[in-house]
C-alpha cells in the first residue's frame, strides 16, 4: 500500500489547513486511516484515525479543532485542522492500517507562525 499526502504549509496561529491522504494497492475493504505527527526529539504521536466503517480516535488535544473524515470510494483520508496553535508544528504522518499492516506515508509539514 502506497500512500501519497499533500495539504501541508505554513500558516499563522488561529488559521486552517486541510491535508489529505490517498492510498493505492491493494487496498483491504475494511482498514484504518489516519494521521500522526512528530516533532524533532520526540516520538511520534497519534492525531486522528478512522475506520472504513467511521469509528473515530483523537488525540485530546486536537479535540473540537481538527476533523478527520474519509472518501472510501477514492481510498482517501483528509484532516481539517482549524484553530491552529504553534504547538500543532509538525511533520504529519498518514498511516494506512488492516490487521498488522502498516503503512506510512512520506510526511508532510504544518508549520504554525505565532
Known amino acids: 500500500v502506497q500512500l501519497q499526502a499533500s495539504g501541508g504549509g505554513l500558516v499563522q496561529a488561529g488559521g486552517s489547513l486541510r491535508l489529505a491522504c490517498a492510498a493505492s494497492?491493494?487496498?483491504?475493504?475494511?482498514?484504518?486511516m489516519g494521521w500522526y505527527r512528530q516533532t524533532p526529539g520526540k516520538q511520534r504521536e497519534l492525531v486522528a484515525t478512522?475506520?472504513?466503517?467511521?469509528?473515530?480516535n483523537y488525540a485530546d488535544s486536537v479535540k473540537g479543532r481538527f476533523t478527520i473524515s474519509r472518501d472510501n470510494a477514492k481510498n482517501t483520508v483528509y484532516l481539517q485542522m482549524n484553530s491552529l496553535k504553534p504547538e500543532d508544528t509538525a511533520l504529519y504522518f498518514c498511516?494506512?492500517?488492516?490487521?498488522?499492516?502498516?503503512?506510512w506515508g512520506q510526511g508532510t509539514q504544518v508549520t504554525v507562525s505565532s
Open positions: 498511516i494506512y492500517l488492516r490487521g498488522s499492516f502498516v503503512s
Open positions: 494497492g491493494n487496498i483491504f475493504s475494511i482498514n484504518v
Open positions: 478512522m475506520t472504513t466503517g467511521s469509528d473515530t
